[in-house]
């Protein structure tokens, strides 16, 4: 059975009901699919004999899509080599003290929910949502959390529409005026805050927490340019005729139609541009260069290095609801400093370039993401209103 089959096998609502005999009409589904397919009995048993020792929860809360590399390291015989470099979801000492830590994962995962809710009594920070401010060409802006779904502005010929996901669509009006491409509107995201947009000529962007996006009610003949500032996925209406370019502070992105994620935080020492699909040109100080999917960009103290092979779902993590982490602990810090909206504070022993791994999704509360960090690490995190210590 591939990994892949076994991560499927995981998150099937069905198959774990037959694990732990909650549905029978799904222990019934399996047993008969088992008859089928007797080749696959042996490795369902050695499956469902970890999901038992685990317990469920332990593996929600924990695995998230890691049981190929849980089962890899079991079965070795060899110890795993010391690095400097940590990851709190797959990160084990020896194979022989595999089954050990299994059970103690299965603990922390059962009293977690009980830690977490003692934790949420005395300090804890709240994940963030869709929170956005619109602010229109004349000035006026709206809190997007407030405003009722549908129609929420007219202008120039254009409608804005709020939809019930977390998102402002653009929609042109042909029998009335028409809008002016020299009339702009922004939209902006807090710290601890998300949202879409679907501009007039179709091409949809994602905004991560801390960003905004400037953009004109109607594109011109010639091209389509935004301003981004923060972090924003774009997919992009192709329109050859039109080339749709994103700037910033630093450079400008220039597409016919594509996907692409753009990283571009004042605070942060990397500009990222990350190309999912079709191709894009980084200008920069005269000089102009091309992106490959798979290829990012990275534009440190005013020169680009081209970087191939990217991990792209940590890329796009955010975007699908997680925190995906393979970078260093400041790098980490500063996503759950952006999304949580906390203030974070060093101890002064604390290498912050180490680098950890792992995921989790974004819709727990802070204590859960440290707690996982903290589980397979020397490090301790205290929180104190909206500031977050970090220690050894």
């Known amino acids: 059975m591939e990994d892949k089959d076994i991560e499927q096998l995981l998150h099937q609502e069905s198959f ?11 222990v019934r589904h399996w047993e008969s699919w088992l008859t089928q397919n007797p080749d696959q009995k042996q490795q369902f048993e050695d499956l469902k004999r970890m999901l038992l020792l685990m317990g469920e929860e332990s593996r929600n809360r924990i695995m998230r899509g890691n049981f190929a590399q849980l089962q890899e390291k079991i079965t070795s015989p060899s110890p ?71 129609a929420i502005a007219n202008q120039s010929g254009i409608r804005i529409m709020k939809t019930a996901g977390g998102q402002i669509i653009y929609q042109v009006l042909p029998q009335e005026g028409k809008a002016a491409s020299a ?32 953009y004109p009610l109607k594109f011109s003949k010639n091209e389509r340019r935004v ?16 080339p749709f370019k994103v700037s910033n502070f630093r450079q400008v992105v220039v597409v016919l139609g594509t996907h692409f994620n753009v990283m571009a935080y004042a605070d942060e020492k990397v500009l990222k541009t990350t190309l999912l699909e079709g191709s894009v040109s980084i200008r920069q100080s005269g000089t102009e260069t091309l992106l490959k999917p798979g ?19 940590d890329v796009i993590a955010w975007k699908n609801g997680y ?70």
């Not at 009293?111 to 009594?121: G, I, Q, V």
């Open 16 to 26: 774990l009901n037959y694990c732990f005999k909650r549905n029978e009409d799904d």
């Open 227 to 242: 301003e981004l500032t923060g972090e924003g996925y774009f997919e992009v209406a192709h329109d050859k005729s039109a």
């Open 323 to 392: 925190f995906r982490f393979n970078e260093s602990l400041e790098s980490i810090m500063a996503k759950i400093s952006r999304w949580y909206g906390v203030q974070i504070v060093y101890q002064t022993n604390i290498d912050a370039s180490l680098t950890y791994s792992g995921k989790i999704s974004r819709s727990k509360n802070i204590s859960v993401i440290l707690k996982s960090i903290e589980f397979d690490s020397d490090l301790h995190f205290r929180i104190e209103g909206k500031k977050v210590y970090v220690t050894k």
């Open 295 to 313: 290829q990012q960009a990275q534009l440190v103290n005013g020169k680009i290095e081209v970087v191939d092979d990217i991990d792209l779902e």
């Open 183 to 214: 009339q702009f509107n922004t939209i902006e995201t807090p710290v601890g805050g998300q949202y879409q947009v679907g501009l007039v000529d179709g091409t949809r962007v994602w905004l991560n927490a801390g960003s905004s996006l400037r």
């Open 80 to 150: 795993v080599v010391p690095l400097q470099k940590y990851s709190f979801l797959t990160r084990w000492s020896v194979a022989a003290a595999a089954v050990f830590l299994i059970v103690g994962l299965s603990w922390f995962a059962y009293h977690s929910s009980e830690m977490t809710t003692t934790t949420a009594k005395v300090e804890d920070v709240a994940p963030g949502g869709n929170k956005a401010t619109l602010i229109l060409a004349n000035g006026q802006r709206l809190n997007l959390g407030n405003v009722a779904n549908g």
